[in-house]
Nanobody
Framework: QEQLVESGGGLVQAGGSLRLSCAAS????????MGWYRQAPGNQREMVAR???????NYADSVKGRFTISRDDAKNTVYLQMNSLKPEDTAVYYC?????????????WGQGTQVTVSS
């Protein structure tokens, strides 16, 4: 069964750092892009960072210069290094993978991991 498993969330003080990991099951191949999204209470889910299979990255303006996305294709894993965290970064963070199957593109989601930044 195809799945994404996230880890690395937690509670950190403002200015601190966290590293999120997302491992895709081995049955997930032909990943076109992987990314991180977040959703705070009362808000819509928003894109935080994304990396394509070619290595191109893009970031939300609010995290540029503070967050870095990277991927390890050998481990089918994507990471999000979050530095200089702010209270407004508090949210549930979700991993996403866009996978190309023979006749379609499918978007898979992880279960989410909570990140809480205290002031």
């Amino acid at each position: 069964q195809e799945q994404l498993v996230e880890s690395g969330g937690g509670l950190v003080q403002a200015g601190g750092s966290l590293r999120l990991s997302c491992a895709a099951s081995r049955s997930i191949v032909n990943i076109v892009a992987m990314g991180w999204y977040r959703q705070a209470p009362g808000n819509q889910r928003e894109m935080v960072a994304r990396v394509t299979s070619g290595g191109s990255t893009n970031y939300a303006d609010s995290v540029k210069g503070r967050f870095t996305i990277s991927r390890d294709d050998a481990k089918n894993t994507v990471y999000l290094q979050m530095n200089s965290l702010k209270p407004e970064d508090t949210a549930v963070y979700y991993c996403s993978a866009i996978v190309k199957w023979e006749t379609s593109l499918e978007n898979y989601w992880g279960q989410g991991t909570q990140v809480t930044v205290s002031s």
